[in-house]
């Protein structure tokens, strides 16, 4: 199960999260920053994730990255950055869920703040 703060990702991003539960749950967060457009997806229940950034004018993603099995997100506020961390499979590996407060081992980061970028983090 993804576990993810439905709260922070409204105050992160300002727009409220598309949600279809014809396949699961499906969730969808699009976010624009000038010519620069995010789509970030996922499964509630699989924990698949899909990260798409488009510029202005481009049919085809600038960046295309997914996770399988991730699970969960936190948003991160730090010197300055805001962000969503996204854990890759395997990231938390305590048996119990994930508590989205610690830091998980890898994964993408999708930065709001200062400016809209996706980077992998860990080993």
Same mark, same amino acid.
């Given at each position: 199960? *993804?576990?993810?703060?439905?709260?922070? *990702?409204?105050? &992160? *991003? !300002?727009?409220?999260?598309?949600?279809?539960?014809? +396949? !699961?749950?499906?969730?969808?967060?699009?976010?624009? =920053?000038?010519?620069?457009? &995010?789509? &970030? !997806?996922?499964?509630?229940?699989?924990?698949?994730? /899909?990260?798409?950034?488009?510029?202005?004018? =481009?049919?085809?993603?600038?960046?295309?990255?997914?996770?399988?099995?991730?699970?969960?997100? /936190?948003?991160?506020?730090?010197?300055?950055?805001? *962000?969503?961390?996204? !854990?890759?499979?395997?990231?938390?590996?305590?048996?119990?869920?994930?508590?989205?407060?610690?830091?998980? +081992?890898?994964?993408?980061?999708?930065?709001?703040?200062?400016?809209?970028?996706?980077?992998?983090?860990?080993?």
């Amino acid at each position: 199960m *993804f576990a993810w703060d439905e709260t922070a *990702f409204l105050e &992160l *991003f !300002g727009v409220v999260p598309r949600v279809d539960t014809s +396949e !699961g749950i499906d969730v969808l967060v699009a976010h624009a =920053q000038g010519s620069v457009k &995010l789509q &970030l !997806g996922f499964n509630a229940l699989t924990g698949d994730v /899909r990260v798409q950034v488009f510029a202005a004018g =481009q049919g085809e993603p600038l960046f295309d990255g997914r996770l399988a099995s991730s699970p969960g997100a /936190r948003v991160v506020r730090n010197a300055g950055a805001e *962000f969503v961390e996204i !854990g890759g499979a395997g990231s938390w590996p305590h048996a119990r869920g994930y508590d989205m407060q610690q830091p998980l +081992e890898h994964g993408l980061r999708v930065y709001v703040s200062p400016a809209l970028m996706v980077n992998t983090f860990g080993p």
